[in-house]
């Protein structure tokens, strides 16, 4: 079993930024891919980043040039920095762990931005 605690989250004005941070509960290395989603009301669940084993990224078109994934494997945790954030990026964003058995995801934190 593995246990995602996301945070970080919280309110922030447009353009402004935040970090969230996923903490494991065992370590994340050799992990096939730790990966931040997202979701706003009324919308599917959509990836926002993901970081894989040997290091490589990839992410959603609306989140390039702002949204940077790290890891850091001797906290056993994953990051997300957020910057220039807008209205749209407001939803539930989760942690998730993607073994090769199944896929591992925490409870969600609120990420707002408003002015």
């Known amino acids: 079993q593995v246990q995602l605690v996301e945070s970080g989250g919280g309110l922030v004005q447009p353009g402004g930024s935040l970090r969230l941070s996923c903490a494991t509960s065992?370590?994340?290395?050799?992990?096939?891919?730790m990966g931040w989603y997202r979701q706003a009301p009324g919308k599917q669940r959509e990836l926002v980043a993901r970081?894989?084993?040997?290091?490589?990224?990839n992410y959603a078109d609306s989140v390039k040039g702002r949204f940077t994934i790290s890891r850091d494997n001797a906290k056993n945790t994953v990051y997300m920095q957020m910057n220039s954030l807008k209205p749209e990026d407001t939803a539930v964003y989760y942690c998730?762990?993607?073994?090769?058995?199944?896929?591992?995801w925490g409870q969600g934190i609120q990420v707002t931005v408003s002015s």
């Open positions: 998730s762990a993607n073994l090769s058995i199944r896929d591992y």
């Open positions: 065992q370590s994340i290395f050799g992990i096939y891919a």
């Open positions: 970081i894989f084993s040997g290091g490589s990224t």
